[in-house]
Structures are given as structure tokens and as C-alpha cells.
């Protein structure tokens, strides 16, 4: 009998003795708490290995997990050894418990010291989809002790981790021997190049009972080029969601504060509440205190942030609100869920003084690129109630709005304002009936005038201050804003129905009705008389109102595809406005006439006005549907008053419906194309032309393609004088953007704005940026207009802001700004 053969009877004769055993085995390897340590790992000096990826040659298939929760074993050959007592598994040696696989060219346990070794392409891979790769690995059956060589983790968030040798002491301290961290995916094309980003250690130590990493010696790699270098630093592991400590610190420049550098620290009060310290220490200035407390509760959460700073050098903001020894400033903000339809919540600001925010580049006035080249001129604080069904809307809000322009006195407080709107679900006569309602209440210290004429704008004939005979007349101002109280509440109710008769016209009767009751106490403020009665003045006004829409579409179906031309007709009868121009106009100064509202019954942006008098809007509207894809869509009418008073050349205190096309009897005409002919380019052109002329008073044009690897858009508007309204000249310019992906992860994006009357760029951003699975980077330069301290007119800043993060490492930023900002 060969030995072979022997050792294959002696395995036979103890085959119960042998699974107990290989149990023993199996349970070592998985219940390893080495494999814990290895999700997160930093690591550093030009003594660690580089990080590259070997491919392993194909595994067989692993074996599935026994539901009754036993193991599982395959190998080519289990060997017993009696005498050394020794278990042996070798050749492709595959086991599986509880979800867990370990697979090795050799495994051994060695019954007498107690120690677990395995060699040769071991793979283990634990429930959760983690994956460690080793040559050797050679443990305690206690887990307190051992070592691991050539050791390689992927996990499953696509981490991974490389190691020379991995030692593992007292059950706590595993000591990781010039260990390699990156969140980047091997290159394709060559497996063994260096990642994108790698961090590298010649010493990580994990203690498993603070859950902390410690490095020494690291460094950050690019392509596997060393650019940065710490002596020492830690991080939790990878089992820890929040954890107090230091965040990545921040960089700014700014000429009235000079070189600001934020060095955050993070405090894990409790797992549903913390808070952040975030010193800025400038070099001008002094320190900038900043502080946030953030709280999550069962249905919702809130945050409060903190400022101050006692300023070393009052000077830089001489003549300026921000010249104080000391400045701060107060945020909050919350929302709270009371059930599946209704949320509440506040935003809170309480600043020193109203260009604190803007001066030192603080919370919301931080974000140039929100609104496209544009710094927000207020911060709002607001306390609202919102609930949403399935056909009805509620809001409730009172706001308090933060002017940064120093102008507090002309900006309204906002008491309340409720909206709800609400369609029933039931037909109602057999149509669809609906109803809202809107309740606004507000309060202005001073009127807020604009002036409308060159010689307003230079004289200050609009400012509260001025003497001259001509000051704050309807001629050379609006009022903008009136002083005082006012108070207004409106309801609407209204029905509509659809009928298709046999020839296939479609008839759309419709019936509203409104009531505004309003209230108003005017403060008879120089030149307020000139476009309001002041003092006290209450007012019921009604608007019923019934109409009929008609449509006729004409249906032609060819082999390229369909086209509807549809004429359109729509008769309103209604009384005069009442009131027209003798009220406050607070939410109903926008109007622009076009084809998008050329069938609106109150064309009218808000509530503070009502169209009145009969009215009659015709069109036609043609669109062609292409079977291979792409639309064309045009429309073209006019609207004419019919009989009574045309409310929109009614002058208000706004001039709104003045120089708006809609003045007339015969309105002007408008129209619009849009044109896509796939999903690369769209295009569209609108129009208002002159009823009498045909003189273009507002034009439009507009494309976008988008391609793989770029888009581009362009807009031109040219715009006829609307003396009335203060635009006495007319205006005309170019808005265009543009992306393209230069390569597989780069990106150049920017954007201008040209006035073409003043024949100069005044507004742009260019951009770059580079972004995949584990790096992004971002670098932004930016021209905005804002109006910090109160200058008229604003004043043009610039600045540059970068971006880099490392992906389940940090991410930090810098900006440089220079302008009226500062």
C-alpha cells in the first residue's frame, strides 16, 4: 500500500474526527478580524511598495452556502497527519460557512499550536462582498496573534488596500507593513501603472478598540509621484460613521481680510447630534469664530451656525458698515415633518451689520455659481407651514428679508402670506371645478421709488431727500414700494368643460369668479400722494368672468410623418377693473406679453392686479410630428379688447401693462418657433412685433446642441426701448455657454454674457475640471455683479475658486476674489 493510499484509509477511519477539525479551521479563517481592519486605509513613505494589481488566474466556481448552516469543503487531496496532528487541504482548496469563502492552494491547522497556516493564492471573502487577497497567512486560533504577507483588500464601496506583511498582536493592534491605500480602479490597459491617487505608509496601525488608524510616514501620490508629506496622522476605520477630530482645512484671499486659512474640527457629540469649530485665522483681520450645531430628530432636523470676530484692522472697511471692532452674525435653519402631506420650518439670519456675509465670503453668500454670475442681494428669514394632496397645495410663510445693500428701510416684512389651491376630484356640471385663495399681508418703513428718466437717475429726483419741484413724480419715478400696511385677501373659483362635437371642433366653455378684499394705510410720505390716496383705504373688488375657447385641429397624415394646424379662439366677458391704478401694486409688476401667455384669461403675473374689460385672443398653432424622430411647433396671434376699460393702459404706481404690446386696442402680434429635429439640437425663436409697424419691440433666439463630448448654447435678445418702465434705450446682447469633455474624464465649461449696445463682455465664467470614480478637480474663475454696501451702481468682482476631493478621504477647497466684495 503506497503512503498516499494510506493516509486516504487513515481519512476514511477518522472522517468524523477530521470534519470537527477542518470546522475549526474554517471558523479561524473567517471569524479573522484582521479582514475588519482592512476597509480604510491611508498610507505613506517612499518606502512602501506601489500599488499595482497582479491577475490571478481563473478561480473554479465557489461553492453555494449550505442552508442549514454547516461547511462546506473541496479540495483535490485532505490529508490527516496522527502523529504531528496535523490537517492538510490541498489543491484548489475551497470552504464556505455562514456566507462566507476562503479559497488557497494549501491550508494546514496545526492541532498542537493551535495555529492556522495558508499559502499560495489565498482569496477570502466575507459576506459583505470584501475580498483579501494573500500568499500567506499564518494565525492563532484565538485570533490574538499572527501575520499576513503580501496582502491585498478590495471592498466592496471599490476601495482597496495593498500590505508587504500585516501583523496582528494581543487581539487589538494590527500593524500594517508599508501599506497603500487609493479609492481608483486599476488602469484597464495596465494594470500594474500606479492609480490616479495613492496614499502610502510605511507604518498603519489599527487599534480595534479606540476604531482608529494610525499612520506614519505617509504620503499622497499622483501617478505614483509623491506631492504632499505627513510625519503623522490618524483616521477612524472603516467601521466608524462620525468620529470627533480635525476636517481638511480651507483656504480664501481676500484683499480686505487678507490670506484666510479654516481649520475645522468635528465633535461626535451623540449619533444624532455634533458640531463643528471652524476658526478662520487671517492674516489682517485676526480670527474669525465660526461654529454650527447640527441636530436630527425623529421627524426632521435643524441646524444653528455662529460668527464673530474682533476685528484688528477697522480700516480696510473704511466709510463702510463693516467699519466696527467687532462683527457677527447668527443662522439657523430647520424642517420638520408632522406627517406624510405637511412639513414646517424656519431659515433664521441676524447679522451686525448687512455686508458681514459678503465680506468675509460666509454661508449664503457664498455660491457665485448658484445663480449664473450673480451674488444674492438678500438673506432671508422665514417661518413657514407647507402641505401637498393629491390635487391641493398649501403654503404659509411669514418672511423677513435681509437686504445687503444697506436699503433695509424700502424692503417689505412680510406678515403673512397663505396660498391654497385645491381641484375636486368629482365633475361639476360635468367639468373640472377648482378653487385657490391668497392672503398677504406686509409692512415698508419708506417708500422705495426708481427712477424712470436720465435726469432722475442723475439728479436724485427719486430719493425721499430731494427738494427739487420735479422729485418723486409719476413722470420721472415709479413707486416701487409704498410705506405703510397693506393688506389684502383674494379668492377664485372656477369651472371649465371640454366638448368635441361630430365635425371634430373642440368647445371649452369656462366661468371664473373673484373677490379681493384689501386693506391699506399708506404713510403719507413726500411724493407717495403723486401715485396713491394715503392714509386709510379699504376696497371690495369683484371680477366675474365667463368665456368660451375655441379649437379646430386639422389632422394631415403623410409617410414622414403628421401635422395638426389647430386656429385658436378665446372670447372673455368680464367687467372693468375696479380700482385700476388707485391700489398697491406689490406682486404684480412683471408682465412680459408673449406667445406663452397670449391665452392666459389674467395675463397679469400676480395678484394685486385683475385684467378687466372684454377680451378676445385668436391664434393658430401648427405642429408637425417627423416619424423619424424631431418636432416643429409654431404659433402666431393677437389679442384685441373688446369693450370697456383695458386694464392694461391703466398707469399704476409701476407703470405695469404700460410699453407690455398689450396697451392698445389691437394688442401687438407675437409668435414662436421651436424647431427640434432629434435629440442633439433644439431651437427656438419668439417675437412681439408691432400691431401698427411691425417694428420688432422683443425678440428671442435661441439654440442648444449636445453632443457625447460637448454642448453649446446660445441665446440673442434684442429688446425695444420701455421708457415708461425706465428703459430708455434699447437692448440687445448675446448669452451663450459652452462644455466640451476635452478627454475621457476632462471637462472646460464657461459662459459670457456680451451687451452688444455697449459693445463690451461685462459678465463670464470659465471653468475646468477633472472627474471620475475616486478624484474630482475644479478650477473656476468668475466675473458677478453685486451690490455689497449699498454701491450704485454694482460693482464687478472677480474670483477664482479650486476644488480638489478624494474620494472616502476629504475634499478642500480655496478661493481668491478681488472687487467690489472686498
Known sequence: MSPAVGRRSHLRRHRTRLAAVSSSLVALLVGFVL???LGLALTTPASAQSFTYNPRPPKPPRLPVNNNGQMLVQAVEVDYDYNNQRVS????????????????????????????????????????????YANVMDLSDDYRDGFVDSLRVDTEDQTR????????TGGNYTVFENGVYTACAPCKDDPRKPPLWQVKGARIIHNQTEKMLYFENAQLEFFGVPMAYLPYFSTPDPTVKRKSGFLMPGFTTVSAYGVGVEIPYYFALA???DATFNPRFTTRQGVLLQGEFRQRLIDGSYQIRAYGIDQLDRGAFAGRPGDRQFRGG???RGQFALNDKWTWGWDGVL???YTFMSDYRLSQYKDPLGSFLSLPTEAISQLYLTGVGNRSFFDARTIYYLSFSGKQNLVPVIHPVIDYANVINSPIFGGEFGYKTNFTSLTRETAAFDPITTLANTNGLCTTASADPLARLPTQCLLRGMPGTYTRFTAEARWRRS?????????TPFAIVRADAIDASISNQPGVSNFLPVGDTQALRTMPTVGLEYRYPFINVQPWGTTTIEPIAQIIVRPNETYAGKLPNEDAQSLVFDASNLFAVDKFSGYDRVEGGGRANVGVQATTQFDRGGSVNVLFGQSYQLFGMNSFAVADATNTGIDSGLQNTRSDYVARVNYSPNRTFTFSVRGRMDEATWNVNRFEAEGRASFDRWSVSMMYGNYAAQPELGYLTRREGLLGSASVKVASNWVVSGAARWDLEANKLNQYIIGAGYVDDC???????????NYSAGTTPPVLSHAFMLQIGLRTLATSSSSAGSGGIQ
Not at 775 to 785: D, E, G, K, Q
Open 499 to 507: 366638448f368635441t362635437d361630430p365635425a371634430g371642433q373642440i368647445w
Open 35 to 37: 479582514t475588519q481592519a
Open 330 to 332: 447668527v443662522e439657523t
Open 271 to 273: 449619533p444624532d447630534y
Open 351 to 353: 447679522l451686525s451689520d
Open 161 to 168: 488596500m495593498a500590505a508587504t506583511r500585516a501583523d496582528r
Open 89 to 132: 487541504a490541498v489543491g484548489n482548496v475551497q470552504l464556505f460557512y455562514n456566507g462566507t469563502g476562503v479559497e488557497a492552494d494549501k491550508v494546514i491547522y496545526d492541532q498542537k499550536t493551535k495555529r492556522l497556516h495558508a499559502e499560495g493564492n489565498i482569496r477570502l471573502t466575507d459576506a459583505d462582498g470584501k475580498i483579501t
Open 775 to 785: 478624484f474630482v478637480l475644479a478650477a473656476n474663475y468668475v466675473t458677478s455683479y
